[in-house]
């Protein structure tokens, strides 16, 4: 598609995604449902049964182009996939749109490095699948029901002292950051070096590698410089299954009391243990 905007509405697309693209001056790398290279919208509408991807992105530029009240139905790879940039302009808080994918498939693979502001939750235990590193651009927001798996060797950079993270998990609906594998050690971890407020979130099975800056591996390196206290806590979240340690607070760093009752965090199978202050 070209011009300037293109809305799709009310529309079913069926058993398309078989096949890489070749006309008009436009080669896809991969097979999927639609393309868009331009902004616009699709609602109210099915990708179902596509051979490929539902929507695919192969573009380095952020893409304006968003999904509402749109099923995506037994495609073959992710339903939705892009680049980094692009993940809040693709879906938007209260987005109402249904993946029924098979079991283990993510919804939306993410590609590339940044920091997208919003990450809206997919809904039932659909993910994104993260293959490149979450880095501190700007202030970001997970919302509850945020699920996110990231792949072998990637990990959740957090060292932007003017920028902020937010996971905003609730009970029933938290926000979790896994491996693609689901086995201890099967990502880095979290780095944290920034402003932070971890609430109802699951963070298990990093410590795959040490992250930049650390010294141990670790689900979740803190690493604040000590005095800076403002907007920094965890509460009513879990830490468990690291191949190192759940939190190491670095030495000369502020401690925010991780493990104190009055937190409501909890630790579980964490190798090498739960908290290490060094």
């Not at 749109?70 to 940039?85: D, G, K, S, V, Y």
């Not at 005095?227 to 000369?252: C, F, H, K, L, P």
């Amino acid at each position: 598609t070209g011009g300037d905007q293109l809305d799709i509405l009310n529309t079913t697309i069926k058993n398309a995604g078989y096949g890489i693209i070749d006309i008009g001056g436009f080669t896809a790398e991969a097979p999927a449902a639609l393309y868009v290279t331009n902004s616009g919208n699709m609602d109210d509408s099915k990708i179902i049964d596509s051979g490929g991807y539902g929507y695919y992105n192969e573009s380095e530029d952020r893409q304006f182009f968003r999904f509402r009240r749109t099923l995506f139905q037994n495609t073959a790879l992710p339903a939705i996939r892009t680049n980094m940039a692009s993940v809040e302009y693709t879906i938007k808080l209260a987005h109402d749109n249904i993946f029924d994918l098979a079991e283990g498939l993510a919804a939306y693979l993410v590609v590339g490095d940044g920091s997208p502001s919003i990450w809206p939750g997919l809904g039932d235990d659909n993910f994104y699948l993260i293959d490149g590193n979450i880095q501190a651009e700007n202030s970001i927001s997970i919302d509850e029901g945020g699920y996110l798996k990231f792949k072998s060797g990637r990990a959740f950079i957090w060292d932007n002292e003017n920028a902020e993270i937010y996971c905003r998990g609730r009970q029933g609906n938290p926000v979790i950051l896994d491996g693609e594998a689901g086995t201890p050690g099967s990502w880095g971890g979290v780095y944290l070096a920034g402003r932070f407020r971890f609430e109802g979130t699951i963070i298990r099975n990093g410590g795959e590698f040490i992250l930049p800056g650390a010294t141990e591996l670790a689900n979740v390196i803190s690493a604040i410089p000590s005095g800076a206290s403002w907007y920094r806590e965890m509460i009513y979240s879990t830490i468990s299954s690291s191949d190192g340690y759940g939190i190491v607070v670095e030495q000369n760093t502020e401690d925010f009391g991780y493990d104190s009752p009055d937190k409501f965090n909890s630790f579980d199978n964490n190798a090498s243990g739960d908290v290490l202050r060094k």
